[in-house]
């Protein structure tokens, strides 16, 4: 047992929980791999399409093992070699195409490398994978070098590419391949999800600080620093959106020359926590129930939403949505938080 800021957390978060949760998240997409991989009914190429935190990569690999396992075509058997060999990363059925270190874009010259391998026999399995984790940095010209391998696919090869929203691809990328959306849930199905590993009140809270997605929520359970370092941020994003322009100013600026000025995965948490603020004002708007609201926050959510308009709060979300699309190719965090909030 491991006590939790809200609760009992009635089990570890381990990989295989967490793999879990986000196989149950989206069933009917998981139910669809399994029926093609079983019928034989397969495409060359399938694009995962789904926001950070929904799982995209669990499904991936899901669907990885179902492809080269030779025992079973539901998730693969997890216990034969090709599939340890799958989930240690080592798999010589597996060619990945990731950006180079120290580089933000996928370059052409690192696709062209992998389009060699790509002609490779598998070695163990009837197929072989060319997976792209990370979609949306195909620079311009990789992205179009990367459209050759889509019209003239190697033998025995299924690309498998995860990325945030289609528009982050070129279109004939994506009509060349089937895509698969990953939606975020219910507030009601993913805490239900969740209640197997922690009591009913830590998985509400947990579902409503995910964002209702439900890889990060499976983070979130597995570390309670985590828990707490969102709910300090959610806390910021009240009095952020509570203050006048001017003070929000102040305060943006002196958050930026902290740490979100070059750090990217802090300036993108504090995005999240303004998603979860805003939404919750405007839910106080429209008059929902106190049970829809995010607990220990209901005075802040009533300032903010009597302090914005509505129209305001909706505008500010549509554009965390839209920067959290392009997120990926925003080089720049301090910018992009910058843009977010001033222009709510
Ligand atoms: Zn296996």
Redesign the pocket.
Same mark, same amino acid.
């Given at each position: 047992m491991v006590r939790c800021f809200c609760g009992i957390v009635k089990a570890e978060m381990s990989n295989e929980n967490s793999d879990n949760i986000v196989l149950s998240a989206h069933r009917q997409v998981v139910d669809h791999l399994d029926m093609i991989v079983s019928e034989k009914r397969l495409v060359h190429s399938y694009i995962f399409v789904g926001l950070a935190g929904m799982g995209k990569d669990i499904i991936a690999r899901h669907f990885m093992?179902s492809l080269l =396992?030779?025992?079973?075509s539901s998730g693969? =058997?997890?216990? =034969?070699q090709? =599939?340890r060999l799958l989930s240690s990363g080592s798999s010589p059925d597996l060619f990945r195409l990731d950006v180079m270190e120290g580089e933000t874009q996928i370059s052409i010259d690192s696709v062209r490398e992998w389009q060699r391998k790509l002609h490779q026999k598998p070695v163990f399995s009837q197929f072989k994978i060319g997976f792209i984790s990370e979609a949306e940095r195909l620079s311009a010209g990789a992205a179009h070098a990367l459209l050759k391998t889509l019209e003239e696919p190697p033998d025995n090869t299924i690309i498998i590419m995860l990325v945030p929203s289609p528009e982050n691809l070129l279109p004939t990328i994506v009509s060349r391949s089937q895509s698969l959306y990953l939606p975020s849930l219910s507030e009601k199905d993913l805490s239900r999800l969740l209640v197997p590993y922690c009591d009913e009140e830590t998985a509400k809270i947990v579902t409503q600080l995910s964002a209702r997605r439900p890889r990060r929520a499976a983070q979130l359970l597995a570390d309670e620093a985590e828990i707490a370092a969102v709910k300090e941020a959610i806390e910021e994003s009240y009095v952020l959106l509570g203050a006048t322009e001017f003070d929000r100013l102040q305060r943006i600026n002196n958050r930026l020359t902290g740490d979100f000025g070059e750090n990217k995965i802090a300036a993108q948490k504090m995005a999240e926590a303004v998603v979860v603020a805003a939404r919750d004002a405007l839910l106080a708007q429209v008059g929902a129930s106190a049970a829809a609201h995010l607990r220990g926050y209901q005075a802040s959510t009533q300032q903010v939403s009597q302090r914005l308009e509505m129209n305001d709060l909706l505008r500010g979300l549509e554009n965390l949505l839209l920067l959290e699309r392009k997120w990926e190719v925003n080089a720049n965090p301090r910018l992009a938080i910058e843009s977010l909030l001033l222009n709510i």
């Open positions: 093992r =396992c030779t025992t079973s693969g =058997c997890k216990e =034969c090709v =599939c």
